[in-house]
C-alpha cells in the first residue's frame, strides 16, 4: 500500500528526506567549520525558512490560481502582530497565538478574497498593492495598543508544551528547528493541497476561468479558498517571524518585501512547490552574501545591482525558474531512459516548448 | 510525454527537487565562510597571546563594527557610517590609539530589522567586534537592545533620539544624541523662563516620539506646579489640521510646543497663522527640514528650534574649521551637513573612550572608563559626561530660530536646570 501511495500520488518523499537530512546535520556542520558564527548562519537560514513559508502560500495563490498578490507583507505583518499582541498584551502561549494568528489572517485572507473575484490581472495586483501598503500605516494610526512606530518589544522566549515537559526555543538553533519542523509540516500540506482536487481546481481556475466554470468549478468556493490559505501560510510565517525577532516595528512590513516575496516564487518557479522553497532560500541568500562583495571605486551598493543581474540572467535562461532546471533534467533522463540517448535533444524541445505541467 | 515511465518520472522528481534544497543550504554555510579567511589572522594572533582574550582586540588592531542603510528609502543616512570609517582612517594614519589600529566593519541593513539582527550577530559573532558605535534607528536599535546587553558588547552612541535606550540604563549602552525628554524639558524652561510664557500647549504626534514630548512638557509644569498644557495631538494620516488649529486657539495658549514631523508641522502652523493666532512657536529639532518653510509660509517666522551640534557651516567655530578640513581631505565625495557633522562626531567622542581605556584594552575597562568621563570637551558636542547611573549622554542645546528661509542661531549652549 505503501508503495502504490507513493507512486501513484506522486508525493516526493525522497527529496524531503534528503533535505531533513540537511536540516538535521547542518547546525552539526556549522559546528565544524572554522571561522564562521553558527549563530548568524542559524538566524539567517531561519530568516529564509520563514520566508519560504510565506513564499509556498504566495505559489499556490500566484502559480497555482494565477490571483496576483503584491500585499503579502500585509498578511505575514497581520500574523506578526497578533502573535506578538497576543503573546505579550494577553499572555497566550506561544502555540496558541500562532494558531489563532494563522487563523485571524486567513479570515482576512479570505475576506479580501471576495472583492479579488471581480477583479484579475493589474487591477488584482493593484488592489492587493493597496491592502499591503494599509496595514504598516493601520498599524502606526492605532499606536495606542499596537505600539505606533516604535513596535512591540520584549517577545516571550517560543516554547512548546508536551505533556508535562515544556520545551523553550532558547538559542538561534533551537529557533531553526522549530522554523524548519513547521516549514516541513506546511511543504507537505501545500504538496497534498496541490496534488487533491483543490489543486485541480485552483489550476484549472489559473488556466481558463471560462473553461473551469464549465466543468463545475466553484468560482467563488476555491478563488475565496486561494486567499484564505496562501494568508493562512503568511499569517504562521508572520508569527515565527515576530517570535525570531523578539519585536516587531511597521519598519518590517514595506511593500519591498511583499516584491520580496514575488521575487522568490518567479524566481522558484511559478506553479512548484519545491521551486517556491527554493527561490525563497535563494533570495534571502542572495541578498545576504552578496553585501560581502568587494567594494569597488567607492560603490557600496554593487551587491544590489549584481543581485539584479542575478535576477534577469535566472529568468532569461530559466524563464521557469529552479523548478525549470528539475524539470528539464527530469526529462532528459526519462528520455534516455526510454529511448536511447539519440533522442534527447528532440524530446527536450518538446518539453521545453510545452505548457507547464 | 504522458508515456514516460511514472515510476522513473516520480524518482527523477523527487531526487532532484532536493537538488535547490541541499544546493541552497551548503551555499548559505559556504557563502558564509569567504569571510572566515580575513577573520582568521584575527584569531589566530589572539589565541596565541597569553592575555585573556577580549573579543576584536589584539596588540595591534581593534575591530569596531555599525550597522546602518546604505540603500533604499533612508540611504540618506548612509554618509553617517561612511564618515565614521572615513573619521578611523585618519586616525589609523595618524598611528591608531595606545599601538592599534582601527579595523572598522560597518554593515548595510537596508533600514529593516530583519536584517539589522542579522548585521549585528555577524558583527558580534562572527567578526567578533569589540565594540560598536552609532548603529542607526529607533526600532532597529530596539530590535537589538537585548542581544547587546545579554552579550555584554559596548554601543556607544546609537544613533537614535529614543529615551528607551538610556532609561532605564542599559550597562553597556552610552547613548549621546540630544533625547525627546531633554528636549522638551529645555524647551518649556526656555519658555517659562527666557520667553515669559504664562500657558502652553503641545502640538504632538500620537506615538511614542510624540507623547515622550508632551510628557516631558508636563512633568516640567508639575516640578513648577504650574496647570498642566493643553494637548493637541495628529495622526501621521492626517492631511486637514483646520480642527487641531481652532483647538490650540480656543486654549488660550501664548505659548506652543511642537513634537511633529515636518509636514504637519508645517501645515499646523500656515492653519494657525490662516485663522490669526500666533503664539510664540517652540519644537523639537525633528522639524528641521527644508520643506518646512514652503509648507509653514511667513507665519513660522521666529519659531525656535534646538540643535545639539553647533551650525556646520560657523567657519568662525576652530572645531568646525577642523571638520571641514577633514571632510576635504578624508570624505571629499560626502556632503557637509548634518549627517556626516554627527558621524565625525562619533568618531571624536569613540576614539576618546578607546585612549582613556588604555593599553590593556577590556570591554570592562572600557566601560569603567567611560562611566568616568566629565565634561568632554574635545568633539563637537560642547560638553559630555557619563557616570556609573546616567549613560543619557547629551545634555545641552542652543537655539536656532526660523528666519526668511531658514534658522539662524540665536543662543548659546544652554543645559538643563
Request: glycine share 10%; aromatic share 8%; proline share 5%.
Amino acid at each position: 500500500m505503501k508503495v502504490r501511495w507513493l507512486r501513484t500520488r506522486g508525493r516526493a518523499m525522497v527529496p524531503y528526506g534528503v533535505g531533513l537530512a540537511v536540516v538535521v546535520v547542518l547546525p552539526a556542520l556549522l559546528d565544524v567549520v572554522p571561522g564562521i558564527a553558527p549563530g548568524y548562519i542559524l538566524y539567517l537560514v531561519s530568516l529564509a525558512l520563514i520566508y519560504a513559508i510565506v513564499a509556498i502560500g504566495l505559489g499556490l495563490l500566484i502559480g497555482h490560481t494565477g490571483q496576483i498578490s503584491l500585499g503579502h507583507a500585509g498578511f505575514f505583518a497581520i500574523g506578526a502582530y497578533a502573535s506578538a499582541l497576543l503573546t505579550l498584551r494577553l499572555g497566550l502561549p506561544f502555540v496558541a497565538a500562532l494558531l489563532v494568528a494563522g487563523a485571524l489572517t486567513a479570515t482576512i485572507g479570505f475576506l479580501l478574497g471576495l472583492p479579488a473575484l471581480r477583479l484579475s490581472g493589474p487591477y488584482l495586483a493593484v488592489a492587493t498593492l493597496g491592502f499591503g501598503l494599509a496595514i504598516p500605516q493601520l498599524v502606526v494610526w492605532q499606536g495606542s495598543w499596537t505600539g505606533g512606530s516604535s513596535g512591540l518589544h520584549g517577545l516571550p522566549l517560543a516554547s512548546l508544551p508536551l505533556g508535562a515537559f515544556t520545551i523553550v526555543f532558547r538559542t538561534d538553533q533551537d529557533y531553526y528547528y522549530l522554523a524548519a519542523a513547521v516549514l516541513v509540516v506546511l511543504t507537505i500540506f501545500a504538496r497534498n493541497v496541490v496534488a487533491s482536487h483543490t489543486g485541480r481546481a485552483f489550476v484549472a481556475i489559473r488556466d481558463s476561468e471560462i473553461a473551469a466554470r464549465a466543468m463545475g468549478v466553484d468560482l467563488v468556493r476555491y478563488k475565496t479558498t486561494a486567499f484564505a490559505l496562501s494568508a493562512l501560510y503568511a499569517g504562521i510565517a508572520g508569527s515565527l517571524y515576530a517570535h525570531l525577532l523578539h519585536g516587531i516595528s511597521p519598519e518590517d512590513f514595506t511593500v519591498l518585501l511583499s516584491v520580496d516575496f514575488l521575487t522568490m516564487i518567479v524566481l522558484g518557479g511559478l506553479g512548484s512547490v519545491g521551486g517556491a522553497l527554493a527561490g525563497a532560500l535563494m533570495l534571502t541568500f542572495l541578498q545576504n552574501a552578496l553585501t560581502r562583495l568587494p567594494v569597488v571605486h567607492d560603490f557600496k551598493n554593487l551587491y544590489i545591482v549584481v543581485l539584479g543581474a542575478i535576477l534577469i540572467l535566472t529568468i532569461a535562461f530559466l524563464p521557469r525558474g529552479l523548478a525549470g532546471i528539475v524539470r528539464s533534467s527530469r526529462l532528459r533522463w526519462a528520455a534516455r531512459v526510454r529511448d536511447g540517448a539519440s533522442r534527447v535533444d528532440q524530446i527536450i524541445e518538446l518539453g521545453d516548448g510545452g505548457v507547464p505541467q | 510525454m504522458q508515456r514516460l515511465s511514472r515510476m522513473q518520472d516520480r524518482t527523477v522528481r523527487r531526487v532532484a527537487l532536493a537538488v535547490p534544497l541541499v544546493v541552497a543550504l551548503l551555499a548559505v554555510s559556504c557563502g558564509s565562510a569567504t569571510p572566515a579567511a580575513t577573520a582568521a589572522p584575527a584569531t589566530a594572533a589572539a589565541t596565541t597571546t597569553a592575555k585573556p582574550i577580549v573579543p576584536g582586540v589584539t596588540d595591534t588592531e581593534v575591530v569596531v563594527g555599525s550597522w546602518g542603510p546604505q540603500d533604499g528609502p533612508a540611504g540618506a543616512y548612509g554618509t553617517i557610517d561612511r564618515t565614521l570609517d572615513a573619521y578611523f582612517k585618519m586616525i589609523n594614519d595618524q598611528g591608531g590609539i595606545n599601538g592599534r589600529k582601527i579595523r572598522f566593519i560597518y554593515e548595510n541593513d537596508s533600514y529593516q530589522p530583519a536584517k539589522t539582527v542579522a548585521a549585528v550577530k555577524k558583527l558580534v559573532e562572527e567578526d567578533k567586534v569589540f565594540a560598536l558605535c552609532g548603529g542607526l534607528g529607533t526600532a532597529h536599535n530596539a530590535a537589538v537592545m537585548d542581544y547587546l546587553v545579554a552579550n555584554n558588547v559596548p554601543h556607544v552612541w546609537p544613533a537614535t533620539g529614543t529615551t528607551a535606550l538610556a532609561v532605564p540604563l542599559k550597562k553597556n549602552i552610552y547613548a549621546v544624541q540630544l533625547n525627546y525628554t531633554t528636549e522638551a524639558t529645555l524647551a518649556t524652561q526656555y519658555a517659562l523662563d527666557t520667553m515669559g510664557s504664562k500657558q502652553i500647549a503641545v502640538f504632538y504626534q500620537n506615538d511614542a516620539f510624540g507623547k515622550e514630548g508632551l510628557d516631558a512638557v508636563q512633568a516640567e509644569l508639575k516640578k513648577r506646579n504650574l496647570p498642566a498644557a493643553t494637548g493637541v495631538s495628529y495622526e501621521t494620516a492626517d492631511t486637514n489640521f483646520s480642527a487641531q488649529a481652532l483647538k490650540l486657539q480656543t486654549s488660550g495658549a501664548d505659548t506652543v510646543i511642537l513634537y511633529a514631523v515636518p509636514k504637519p508641522g508645517g501645515s499646523i502652523i500656515a492653519e494657525m497663522g490662516k485663522i490669526g493666532y500666533a503664539p510664540k512657536l517652540l519644537s523639537s529639532s525633528v522639524i528641521n527640514d527644508p520643506s518646512i518653510f514652503q509648507l509653514a509660509g511667513p507665519a513660522i517666522n521666529g519659531m525656535l528650534i534646538e540643535a545639539y551640534l553647533p551650525p556646520f557651516d560657523d567657519t568662525s567655530n576652530p572645531k568646525i574649521v577642523e571638520y571641514q578640513a577633514f571632510m576635504a581631505k578624508y570624505a571629499p565625495k560626502e556632503q557637509i551637513g548634518g549627517f556626516t557633522e554627527a558621524g565625525y562626531t562619533y568618531g571624536q567622542v569613540f576614539i576618546e573612550a578607546l585612549k582613556r581605556a588604555g593599553k590593556e584594552l577590556t570591554r570592562e575597562g572600557f566601560m569603567t572608563n567611560l562611566d568616568q568621563m566629565q565634561n568632554f570637551t574635545g568633539s563637537l558636542v560642547p560638553s559630555l559626561s557619563y557616570s556609573p547611573t546616567d549613560h543619557a549622554g547629551v545634555k545641552a542645546a542652543y537655539f536656532q530660530a526660523a528666519k526668511d528661509g531658514k534658522f539662524v542661531t540665536v543662543t548659546g549652549f544652554i543645559t538643563l536646570k
